[in-house]
């Protein structure tokens, strides 16, 4: 018996089911033999009798834009394939992201309060041969889904919103006024009518497949961790942690955080797809067996809880661009996070605001055709910069580069955003990158190290070098057109509906784009 097999059979719920059937999943992606679906399809007659505005399949993450368009007084219908509910893991998020369910009136001062279930600093960046570096109020606090989740629904059906739990999407047919969505429930069919059909499904989402036409992904990110008691020390955490040198052809970062019932700490990489790939059994066994180097325990101290794994693609294709009218892919469907993210619950935060007026205004103007939707999950360099980063992390199945190369490059230039201040770094640690941060670390790490910045250039090759430089310059003129667009905004008003719609999602695309959003 392995030592994931041992530990994985003392933990509730059987994880070692789940952590296999992830595996297959991983390998069919590997392999490039995930099957394309075909349930979105097009009818050119008219809907008769249309009984939502918005119809979101997907409800861990739809109920947060779905609790905000109902409370918005639009007729919304949630697709669940099980109970809507949250899990006992907690989700890491900083403190003034949370203000964004003030905002939208989606909870109360108090709610917001309950549903945060931890709270701690500092937080660690750690990498051999320099200082740690500590921050203050960066994913530093931990929130409760289970609550968060059922007040969420409790404010969701208050508002008038039409939950459908045990239902999952089948089959989607887009009309010249509307979509029908076919779901089974309980074993029955039920036909769903909507002007606009939210994709909250997730990566996997069979939208997202048929969309995607099999397309393979350009990198990967494995994760793989437990909760559990035991640990000595529990009142800080690790938001980026290496301690070894690249094995298995890649590199192994560490994350902790303390949690209501114990310490959660994971085991990630950046990878890509290639079939030779390891699998995330192998990785849970590589994860215990560094687990006690990391935390200075020995296993035998420890409880364990939880296990948690998953992987993560990511497509420079990204956000995606819906094909159909009346269809858009939101949160991880829509693949808005960066290469550097797990995604999931702080990237649907981010954009959340965002989301929400914007849906509501496309609504309004019924500029619901996909060339209008597209502009809801636009270009964004900010984003798009960062797959260098992600790839300057990485290395390929079959190349050969020094093996603290990347631990080197990390630590120079982490000490250099120390020295730059918490207006460089802390946005940085929150997946936002701006043109002016990022340009003062550039030039003070290629001043400093310029031996590093020279042998990272063969690792991560020219074309996504030159790749790189044009999203950095389209960085750039993003941070101009936000400024200039903000000044336009009051002459903005006297145009038709239709007209500022367009300007509203060009002025979102140039804020967010340029990481302007960060406050």
């Given at each position: 018996m392995?030592?994931t097999?041992e530990i994985l059979?003392q933990i509730?719920?059987?994880?070692?089911?789940g952590?296999?059937?992830?595996?297959?999943m991983?390998n069919?992606l590997?392999?490039?033999q995930v099957p394309i679906p075909?349930?979105?399809?097009?009818?050119?007659e008219?809907?008769?009798?249309?009984d939502y505005?918005?119809?979101?399949?997907?409800?861990?993450l739809?109920i947060?834009i779905g609790?905000?368009?109902a409370?918005?007084?639009w007729?919304?219908?949630?697709i669940?394939?099980?109970?809507l509910?949250g899990?006992?893991?907690?989700?890491n998020?900083?403190r003034?992201?949370?203000e964004?369910?003030?905002?939208?009136?989606?909870l109360?001062i108090?709610e917001?309060?309950?549903?945060?279930?931890?709270?701690?600093?500092?937080?660690?960046?750690?990498?051999p041969?320099?200082?740690?570096?500590?921050?203050?109020?960066v994913?530093n606090?931990?929130i409760d889904p289970?609550?968060?989740?059922?007040?969420?629904?409790?404010?969701?059906l208050?508002a008038g919103?039409?939950?459908f739990?045990?239902?999952?999407?089948?089959a989607?047919?887009v009309?010249?006024?509307?979509?029908?969505?076919?779901a089974?429930?309980?074993e029955?069919?039920v036909?769903i009518?909507t002007r606009l059909?939210l994709?909250?499904?997730?990566?996997?989402?069979?939208?997202?497949?048929?969309?995607?036409?099999g397309?393979?992904?350009?990198?990967?990110c494995?994760v793989?961790?437990t909760?559990a008691?035991g640990?000595?020390?529990n009142?800080t955490?690790d938001?980026?942690?290496?301690?070894?040198a690249?094995e298995n052809?890649?590199q192994y970062?560490?994350?902790?955080?303390?949690?209501?019932?114990?310490?959660?700490t994971?085991?990630?990489?950046y990878?890509?797809?290639?079939?030779?790939?390891f699998?995330?059994?192998?990785?849970f066994e590589e994860?215990?067996?560094l687990?006690?180097?990391?935390?200075?325990?020995?296993?035998?101290?420890?409880s364990f809880?939880r296990?948690?794994?998953g992987f993560f693609?990511?497509?420079k294709?990204?956000p995606?661009?819906?094909p159909?009218?009346?269809?858009?892919?939101i949160?991880?469907s829509?693949?808005s996070q960066s290469?550097l993210?797990?995604?999931?619950?702080?990237?649907?935060?981010?954009?959340?605001?965002r989301?929400?007026?914007?849906i509501?205004?496309?609504?309004k103007?019924e500029?619901?055709?996909?060339?209008?939707?597209?502009l809801?999950?636009?270009?964004?360099?900010?984003?798009s910069?960062t797959w260098?980063?992600?790839r300057s992390?990485?290395?390929?199945?079959?190349?050969?580069i020094n093996?603290?190369t990347?631990?080197?490059?990390?630590a120079?230039v982490f000490?250099?955003?120390e020295?730059?201040?918490?207006g460089?770094?802390?946005?940085f640690l929150q997946?936002?990158?701006?043109f002016?941060p990022?340009?003062?670390?550039?030039?003070k790490t290629?001043l400093?190290?310029p031996?590093?910045?020279f042998?990272?250039?063969?690792?991560?090759?020219?074309?996504p070098l030159?790749?790189w430089t044009?999203?950095?310059?389209?960085?750039?003129?993003?941070?101009a057109?936000?400024s200039?667009?903000?000044n336009?905004?009051?002459?903005?008003k006297?145009?038709?509906p239709i007209q500022?719609y367009y300007?509203?999602r060009?002025?979102e695309a140039?804020?967010?784009?340029s990481?302007?959003d960060y406050h």
């Open positions: 392995s030592l097999e059979s509730p719920g059987n994880p070692l089911n952590l296999r059937k992830a595996d297959n991983w069919s590997k392999n490039n075909q349930t979105v399809e097009r009818n050119f008219h809907l008769g009798t249309i505005d918005v119809a979101i399949c997907g409800g861990t739809g947060l609790a905000a368009l409370c918005r007084g007729r919304v219908a949630l669940e394939r099980g109970i509910k899990r006992e893991q907690e989700w998020i900083s003034q992201e949370l964004v369910f003030l905002e939208l009136n989606l109360s108090d917001l309060k309950q549903a945060i279930s931890t709270e701690y600093n500092p937080a660690r960046l750690s990498f041969g320099i200082p740690d570096i500590w921050v203050k109020d994913l606090i931990g289970v609550y968060l989740l059922e007040t969420l629904k409790k404010h969701f208050e919103g039409k939950l739990e045990n239902t999952s999407y089948e989607a047919t009309h010249p006024n509307g979509v029908q969505i076919t089974k429930q309980d029955s069919q036909n009518n059909l994709d909250a499904m997730g990566h996997f989402s069979p939208i997202v497949r048929q969309a995607r036409q397309e393979k992904p350009d990198a990967v494995l793989v961790g909760c008691t640990y000595p020390k009142d955490g938001i980026f942690a290496s301690f070894t690249l052809q890649c970062f560490w994350e902790a955080f303390p949690a209501k019932d114990g310490r959660t994971y085991l990630f990489t990878i890509d797809a290639h079939p030779e790939r699998s995330l059994e192998f990785f994860y215990l067996r687990l006690p180097e990391y935390q200075q325990v020995e296993l035998s101290q420890l809880k296990a948690l794994f693609p990511c497509y294709n990204s995606l661009k819906t159909w009218d009346r269809i858009l892919p949160g991880d829509s693949a290469p993210s797990f995604g999931g619950f702080g990237s649907m935060v981010r954009h959340l605001h989301l929400t007026v914007g509501e205004e496309a609504l103007t500029c619901l055709d996909k060339n209008s939707l597209t809801l999950q636009p270009y964004q360099p900010s984003l910069v260098l980063f992600q992390m990485s290395v390929g199945v079959h190349q050969t093996p603290d990347i631990n080197h490059l990390l120079a000490q250099e955003m020295q730059l201040g918490d460089v770094l802390k946005p997946d936002v990158v701006q002016l990022l340009a003062q670390t550039l030039f290629g400093s190290h031996d590093i910045v042998k990272i250039i063969p690792q991560v090759g020219l074309t030159f790749e044009v999203h950095y310059f389209n960085l750039a003129a993003y941070t057109l936000f200039l667009g903000k336009l905004e009051p002459s903005v006297n145009l038709p500022q300007y509203h060009w002025l140039w804020k967010y784009g990481g302007q």
